[in-house]
């Protein structure tokens, strides 16, 4: 029994001299060690230095084999395992990813590359060096902490006496036990420039820089705390209609991570593609090949939506500090690094300043000691300890020391210090040639330059902060060339998944037996989907439900209607008669169903039986038909036919009962016209940074839109284009001279170079065409033809510029009174024989006419259209 007690008890025995720990105590205390252990030398960052215990080491190992050469990395791993005991492979990985961020180490041979995702060659292969950088800011033998490596045979530094914030410059991310770590990398320049501001007591703002470029959003960055998030995006380029390029990555993406990405949503049809090229060599090139008929500014939101060409990223600034973790931000690191930056300074050149009055004190001692040729006092000493005597003696009359409470009037010389024993023996080491070949003016020259030196140290140390502005401003001279910003900070727009995602899919349906989905390719056709989105199916008996698309489901016999259901959608109008099986009264309603719960049945009739419905349509844009109504024979009605105009109801919630139309029997209902919406038509416009569509009035205002009305848009490759106002669209402004609303009035005023004749040519026109969709091109296919400008103003003016010879001309012009309304295929009239070199539109605020006194004077035939 007392061997069962003493077996749970977590105190050690003591047996003769071994020690016995039981394995209840293990469990409870080896783990805390482990997870201390895995913190605070494997995981996290030291603030100080900016470095993990690996990189530490790894940099250490480098500086004592340093000779200015390339080393072999087999070596540096083996000269770094003399510190960390963690073997070969966590070392040369360590170097690897220190090599690939092009800070501290320079390196020569196949490193990898961090953008493909390759692996370096083998450490044998490639070799590696300290940069100018590294030898700088990371090491001074003076300042540093030492403490002995694992195995008790070399020292090896605590943290490296770092004179920069070189966590935020190079980020870090690692995983320890219970905690984890992600420092985004920042700019070079930005840094310095930050921590300038720190030392003037501005304030400043640090935001992520990545090697591989691309977009970052960091609306939600919150300086890098835990809880924080950006994201990042690769920049992608519109190359032609059906071709888009990849030229820069978000962080962390490599180009075979991301092309697999894309092939994975292609094959799934949440986007459409032909082929994924690869061409990446000096500079990343995906390029993307669409399908046929697939919009450029669709499938890039997709890309964004489905594929790995947008990331999210929660940063958690977690670094050591005094052998504990902390959760932080990086401007307080950088507020951190920058004030440690500045001490190592001062202790940098208080070393300085001892070291260049120790010089000062024995080039003082030896130039008394020689020049007073003190050195002849020793040649009657006999003993050791006379000659040390003779020396002091000699040195007193030229000399006075702190110790000996020097007065004012004491014209000797002042020394730093108290002359020492070592100090003589020093003197008395001195050899004849020296002494005589001894040079008093150089030995001025030597004591006052030491003077100076000291004066500037001393003069940085009472002006340290100034002192550390300028070491910033150096490091950003000597190194900040060619480390400008490379990933661009911007506002991402939110992609709606369900509006971007390509139409994978078609929707069928069974109506009679009541079964809707994507795999009933023998029934009837609904229209294109996507697998993301939802399907309402409206049945006879008044009930209807919404559910997502699946292969196959059932949603109840007699099925009336069946569509792509959209939420939100406050546009779509449901126009319906229905019966009430209780009453036998017939009731008409108008309804939206802008949001439902899943799977859930709602009855549009009062929920009586054998309620059903006689009419039922469905309006995309709140449309009110009329409908001709034929009441039964049997009843008793005068009027056996009614017509009824559902423009007069109001659009109310789908639970409302309606209005009562008849209490007779209904034989039949028809539609007998077509109406208008009667919602009013949709205020659009067009935001100028992402070119989208919204109703939020962000951006250009396009115009009011009812069914019917298409937008225009004025290429600047000399071509318009008609299209629908769905939210869905997306244009490139850098292609764009004009957009807006196209209606009966409206005249497409243009000035274009006519290369077949080489004259510049002023036209104006309205559109003749009504294709959606296709480009138009109202210049010729001439190769040096070229649209100068375009707008879609009803009262446009300009101001040109032209070169005729060597006189440069400009003026002003009004193009309604110039040229007449004319048809889409005319060449217009004629402006100038030379091509303008600009061309500005004059605000209207700003019009005026042209007068006598402009730059440029000319008449108008009117005939001719022609400008003399």
Sequence with gaps: ??????????????????????????????????????????????????????????????????????????????????????????????????????????????????????????????????TKFALDILFNAQTTEWQLSYDGRKNEPITLPVKFPLLLAQGVEGIAVGLSTKIMPHNFNEICKAAIQHLEDKPFRLLPDFQGGGLVDVRDYKRGKRGGKIRVRAKIESLDKSTLVIRELPFGVTTTSLIESIVKANEKGKIKIKKVIDNTAKDVEVVIELAPGISPQVAEDALYAFTRCEESISPNACVIVGEKPLFTDVNEILRVCTDQTKELLKRELEIKESELMEKWHFASLEKIFIEKRIYRDIEECETWEEVIAAIYKGLD?????????????????????????????????IRIKRISKYNVFKADEKIAQLEEELKQVRHDLAHLVEYTIAWFQRLLEKYGKGRERKTKISDFDEVNKVSVIANNAKLYANLKDGFVG??????????????????????????????????????????????????????TTYNIVYLDGKTG??????????????????????????????????????????????????????????????????????????????????????????GKSTLGAIKVWMDNVSGRLNHDERGKFLGDFDTGDYIIVLHKDGSYELTNFELNQKFDIKDIYDIGKLDKKTVVSAVHFEGSKGWTMVKRFQVETQTLGQKFSYISDHSKSKL?????????????????????????????????????????????????????????????????????????????????
């Excluded at 409470?405 to 003197?427: A, S």
């Excluded at 004077?857 to 005939?863: E, H, I, Q, R």
Aim: hydrophobic content about 30%; charged content about 30%.
């Design 1 to 130: 029994m007392s061997d069962q007690k003493n077996d749970n008890n977590v105190t050690p025995e003591s047996t003769g001299d071994d020690r016995v720990i039981t394995l209840s105590g293990m469990y409870e205390n080896y783990f805390l060690d482990y997870a201390s252990y895995v913190i605070l030398e494997r995981a996290v960052p030291h603030i100080n230095d900016g470095l993990k215990p690996v990189q530490r080491r790894i940099l250490h190992a480098m500086k004592e084999m340093d000779d200015g050469r390339f080393h072999k990395v087999a070596n540096i791993i083996g000269q770094t395992m003399q510190y960390h005991p963690h073997g070969d492979a966590a070392i040369g990985d360590a170097l690897v990813k220190l090599g690939q961020k092009n800070l501290l180490i320079d390196c020569q041979g196949n490193w990898g590359d961090n953008r493909t995702g390759d692996g370096a060659a083998a450490p044998r292969y490639i070799e590696a060096r300290l």
């Design 397 to 429: 009359k030229y000399v006075v020391t702190p110790s000996g409470n020097p007065k004012k009037t004491d014209k000797r010389l002042r020394l730093v210090r108290d002359i020492t024993d070592e100090d003589i023996v020093r003197l008395t080491e």
């Design 518 to 571: 994507m795999g009933l390719k023998k029934e009837q056709f609904i229209g294109e989907c996507s697998d993301m989105d939802s399907v309402i199916a409206f049945r006879k008996n008044g009930k209807f439900s919404v559910t997502k698309i699946s292969n196959k489901t059932f949603m109840g016999e007699n099925l009336i209607h069946v569509a792509v259901w959209k939420k939100g959608d406050d546009r």
């Design 585 to 674: 009264k017939s009731y008409v309603k108008r309804f939206n169903v802008k949001a439902i719960t899943r799977d859930k049945e709602y009855d549009l009739t009062k929920g009586s039986p054998r309620s059903k419905i006689h009419y039922f349509s469905a309006n995309p844009n709140g449309e009110a038909e009329t409908i001709s109504v034929q009441l039964s024979p049997t009843s008793t009605a005068r009027k056996k036919q009614l017509e009824f105009d559902f423009s007069e109801l109001d659009i109310k919630g789908r639970g409302s009962q309606g209005n009562v139309f008849t209490k007779y029997p209904v034989r039949k209902v028809s539609l007998l016209e077509s």
């Design 788 to 868: 100068l400008y375009a707008t879609l103003d009803p009262d446009p003016r300009i101001t040109y510029n032209m070169k005729v010879g060597t006189q440069k001309m400009d003026g002003q012009m009004e193009l309604k009174d110039f040229i007449g309304v004319k048809g889409w295929k005319a060449l217009g009239n004629k402006l100038s024989e030379q091509r303008l070199t600009s061309i500005k539109p004059i605000a209207k605020e700003k019009n005026k006419k042209v007068s006598p006194g402009d730059t440029i004077d000319f008449d108008l035939d009117k005939n001719q259209g022609e400008l003399f």
